[in-house]
């Protein structure tokens, strides 16, 4: 008996349908929904999708917005500086209040739920007190879970996020440890970051021992959330495992002798079980959930994962393309292959659903948040008027009549990852300027644009590095010895594998993907024509679709992810490719911008040196 004659009977009626659904308890029924969540830095959103991919119900709380009792800016609070945490607590509120506002404002079903997956903000970390297994898995449907998960249940009530660069120290001794940043990058897929999970609970360790030896369990964001649905500690996935400078990226298990360093023999078990594989099933959904929200018990849950891997998913990449996620961070995500090389300035992930394959990523701090204060300061508060003024002035700002006085800016707000440099420079005709001369088209317009040009030049640079193009536009010394011992010993990518290291287009997602103009000069910039798909909640569409790839696993209905994504399509009689052409790359401004490329490369330098 096949699948599609089963699923014909049941639709000949209600009484069919119960009789077929309750012989075979595992088969998908046509109305069975697929919840994804997206715990990210400003928001914590929700995407349900049907059986085609369909989104049916999309929504979101926004933490500063709904939740102002916990005083977070743009999502999380920052001390002194380099510290950036976030109460732990909102977010286990954010989730009462997200599914409250499914039941309410939808009058959702949660009974149609068959599978969750969920995207985390990544290398958060969350310190679970000792008892709190016992109240996880003994949680009460008459209340709401933040009245029960009160402050005593986190060691340490205050996450750090990835908006942390408080650990330099940490990095360094890790560094040391394996015998410098490269053999790191190599063991792990990065060199030492502030943010990453590692360096950070290493301060903890150091630095709050006791609230460290009470800590019975840490979990990054992702499988935090997830622990929540099960009812008991959720394990890490491999993809958000990758950055934490702790998981082997090769044999996607935890390095005894980085968990030793970053948090003595204690760390192994404070970790829990090795990191799990996208499309797996770690578990069906606690009683909590069935008797307060109506959810059935064969509600699976999948591996919770990064939001960059979960965006990567969501995008369903063909070979050569490349993602650009301008969220509250910017990163730039590629389908890598299996033995691709990591670099010191960029990241090498495990791919959330190839156990093969690898993500290569690229973050910027310095992205929604500075373009949004640049904006406010020039452009009265107004995306419009932003982008009117980024389209009046030419690229590289050469005012007409002098096209070698280009101008050039650097922002970096808040500490920036690549490159290690902060404050706001600004340089024309190649000397360092306090602030731009307005000349002809005034100096908001040459900030605006500064700004956004040197945003993507830096991932041009980086990028094409990442892929092994070996173009010479190293930032700084260790940059370049890197880039020798390359082509010294012949470590590109392997040509072989499906994946040209030349890319053919962009594909972006994130808030900021909304707007037309940024769009534009990414193409500019980038030489490639820029994509859209309509839902710019990519990270909570891919969290839906692990949902999904998890339940069709364990029935057997599809081996890889890409199978689950062609079956859908073949089912949708689909075209082959969702997403929108939004941008073209102009010829003409092209060329200014690979001619500007050197002189970028210089200036940024001096910015780096100056730290
Ligand atoms: N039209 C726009 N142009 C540029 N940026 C925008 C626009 N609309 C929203 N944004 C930016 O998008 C960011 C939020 O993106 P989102 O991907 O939802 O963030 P996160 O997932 O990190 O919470 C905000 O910081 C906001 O400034
Ligand atoms: O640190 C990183 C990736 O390494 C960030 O990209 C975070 O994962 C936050 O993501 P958004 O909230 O900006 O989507």
Redesign the pocket.
């Known amino acids: 008996m096949t699948l599609p004659f089963l699923h014909g009977v049941a639709q000949r009626s209600p009484t069919s349908a119960f009789v077929i659904y309750s012989l075979f308890p595992t088969l998908a029924r046509p109305d069975d929904v697929y919840l994804g969540l997206?715990l990210?830095?400003?928001?914590l959103k929700c995407t349900v999708i049907n059986n085609q991919h369909h989104i049916v119900l999309e929504d979101a709380v926004n933490f500063d917005k709904d939740l102002p009792e916990f005083a977070t800016r743009?999502?999380a609070i920052e001390e002194d500086g380099d510290v950036v945490t976030v109460p732990t607590l909102m977010w286990v509120k954010a989730l009462d209040m997200l599914i409250e506002k499914m039941r309410k404002d939808y009058g959702f079903n949660f009974g149609r739920v068959r599978g969750i997956a969920g995207a985390g903000?990544q290398h958060g970390s969350v310190y679970w007190a000792r008892g709190a297994s016992d109240l996880l898995s003994s949680l009460n449907p008459s209340q709401p879970l933040h009245t029960q998960l009160g402050e005593a249940t986190f060691a340490i009530p205050r996450s750090p996020i990835w908006q942390d660069a408080s650990t330099t120290e940490q990095c360094r001794a890790l560094e040391e440890v394996v015998g410098g940043p490269q053999k790191l990058a190599d063991l792990t897929g990065s060199r030492a970051y502030e943010r990453f999970t590692g360096n950070q609970i290493a301060k903890i360790h150091q630095h709050s021992p006791m609230a460290y030896a009470s800590t019975e369990r840490i979990s990054l964001v992702s499988s935090f959330l997830a622990t929540l649905f099960l009812g008991r500690y959720a394990p890490i996935d491999t993809a958000d495992g990758s950055g934490m400078n702790l998981m082997n990226v090769r044999t996607r298990r935890w390095e005894p002798e980085l968990l030793k360093q970053c948090g003595g023999p204690e760390l192994r078990d404070k970790l829990g079980e090795e990191p799990v594989e996208g499309g797996t099933v770690v578990g069906k959904i606690d009683e909590y959930w069935i008797k307060k929200w109506g959810f059935k018990e064969d509600c699976i849950i999948a591996p919770f994962t990064g939001?960059n891997p979960a965006t990567l998913v969501s995008m369903n990449l063909l070979p050569g393309d490349c993602v650009v996620s301008?969220?509250?961070?910017d990163t730039v995500l590629l389908y890598l292959p299996p033995n691709a090389r990591a670099t010191i300035d960029s990241h090498l992930l495990a791919h959330p659903t190839d156990p093969h394959a690898n993500m290569g990523m690229l973050c910027y701090k310095n992205g929604?948040?500075v373009?949004?204060h640049v904006r406010n300061e020039y452009a009265a508060s107004n995306?419009i008027r932003f982008n009117e003024l980024l389209r009046s002035v030419p690229p590289g700002g050469a005012e007409e009549g002098d096209p070698r006085c280009r101008r050039y800016g650097f922002y970096y707000l808040q500490q920036e990852i690549v490159p290690f440099a902060r404050g706001v420079h600004r340089f024309e005709g190649g000397e360092e300027v306090e602030e731009f001369s307005g000349a002809k088209h005034g100096i908001a317009a040459h900030n605006v644009r500064a700004l956004i040009e040197s945003q993507f030049m830096s991932m041009k640079v980086r990028t094409s590095r990442m892929l092994g193009d070996g173009d010479g536009n190293d930032v700084d010394a260790e940059d370049a010895a890197e880039e020798e011992r390359r082509d010294r010993d012949g470590d590109r990518l392997d040509d072989d594998y499906d994946h040209p290291s030349k890319l053919r287009r962009v594909l972006a997602a994130?808030?900021?993907s909304?707007?037309p103009a940024?769009l534009q000069a990414l193409a500019d910039v980038l030489d490639l024509p820029v994509h859209v798909q309509s839902e710019?909640?990519s990270?909570g569409l891919g969290a839906a679709l692990l949902a999904r790839y998890a339940v069709v696993r364990e029935k057997g209905e599809a081996a890889t992810f890409k199978d689950m994504m062609d079956q859908t399509r073949k089912d949708k009689k689909g075209t082959g490719d969702d997403h929108l052409l939004v941008g073209r790359p102009d010829p003409v401004k092209v060329a200014v911008y690979e001619g500007m490329v050197d002189e970028f490369v210089r200036l940024e330098k001096i910015v780096v040196a100056r730290q």
């Open positions: 997206d990210s830095t400003q928001q743009n999502g903000q939001d301008l969220g509250t961070s929604s948040l373009r949004k995306w994130g808030g900021a909304r707007n940024l710019t909640n990270a």
